[in-house]
């Protein structure tokens, strides 16, 4: 599985981003639990948002009310939306992706096999 995270960029604080994340030789993109995670300069990475095949999502506490997660089976690809971007949300965006993952494990970033490259986010104040 090969991810490909896309649409970051240079916010201004309150404004919104919309990141894809779009799998690559895949078979039953359907099947895989899709995460986000992110990381700032000199700090761990940490989750952001999940959503798993029964399209059940799941959010950290600090964008849960501003950031929205779907899927696009047909299109292999997963969206996060970011509304409402503070400067704390300026970190590198990373998709990550797994068949084989249980609910209480989504939240650890050990846990997914399959990760994209990084976009991006910048929000000024």
């Known amino acids: 599985v090969q991810l490909q995270a896309s649409g970051g960029g240079l916010v201004q604080a309150g404004g919104s981003l919309r990141l894809s994340c779009t799998a690559s030789?895949?078979?039953?993109?359907?099947?895989?639990?899709v995460s986000w995670f992110r990381q700032a300069p000199g700090q761990e990475r940490e989750f952001v948002s999940a959503i798993n095949r029964g399209r059940s999502s799941f959010y950290s506490d600090s964008v849960k009310g501003r950031f929205t997660i779907s899927r696009d089976n047909a299109k292999s690809t997963v969206y996060l939306q970011m509304n409402s971007l503070k400067p704390e949300d300026t970190a590198v965006y990373y998709c990550a992706a797994d068949q084989q993952i249980i609910m209480s494990s989504y939240y650890t970033s050990s846990s997914y096999d399959y990760w994209g490259q990084g976009t991006q986010v910048t929000v000024s104040s």
């Open positions: 030789v895949v078979t039953s993109f359907s099947r895989y639990v």
